[in-house]
């Protein structure tokens, strides 16, 4: 404790989440993505965030997904892992390995980024140059909450502008 009673960092649990994302010519195999997930989990990780593959049809890509998920786990059965969304023209499509995944074991979250949010890419000045909106709509983001409850899987809750708190406020009401 600091002289004022709270604790200090230090003193303060810290979550790491490790993103391993390797898009488009990047991408990694199967081995690459379970080798770098274990990598990082012995850093000190507690959760990983991956990409699959998405040169392949849903079907192969869960396929892949519960191999990763399977392939961790064995080694680190206390890690949280999560996949990045499918292809598809609909939210029910991007996010219908969530449930698959949830009965095998090889998801312990699902990620929601309720709403709109405005990523941006930047020139050598570091300006904002063009834009990137990715998020799902809050008819989505519900049905996603109650998929979480029927299976009992925890929700992560981007939280990038304040459409996205107003949503996690709601969800998780602060006393």
């Not at 490790?18 to 997930?37: E, K, L, W, Y």
């Not at 020139?123 to 909106?133: A, K, L, N, Y």
């Not at 799902?136 to 998929?147: I, M, N, S, Y």
Request: hydrophobic content about 40%.
């Amino acid at each position: 404790m600091t002289d004022s009673g709270s604790s200090s960092l230090s003193e303060r649990p810290v979550v790491i989440e490790s993103a391993i994302t390797p898009i488009g010519r990047n991408a990694q195999d199967f081995t690459g993505t379970v080798t770098t997930a274990l990598e990082c989990l012995a850093a000190g990780a507690s959760i990983i965030h991956y990409r699959h593959d998405s040169r392949l049809d849903p079907d192969e890509a869960l396929v892949e997904m519960r191999r990763i998920g399977h392939a961790v786990l064995d080694k680190e059965p206390s890690a949280i892992l999560y996949p990045g969304s499918l292809p598809g023209p609909s939210f029910p499509d991007r996010v219908a390995h969530f449930r698959p995944l949830a009965t095998t074991g090889t998801i312990g979250m699902f990620p929601l980024n309720p709403g709109s949010v405005m990523m941006a890419g930047y020139d050598s000045r570091g300006f904002p140059v063009t834009t990137d909106r990715v998020g799902v709509t809050f008819d989505d983001a519900q049905r996603v909450v109650r998929l979480s409850d029927e299976i009992g899987v925890p929700l992560t809750i981007g939280v990038h502008e304040p459409g996205n708190l107003r949503f996690a406020l709601w969800r998780v009401p602060c006393e």
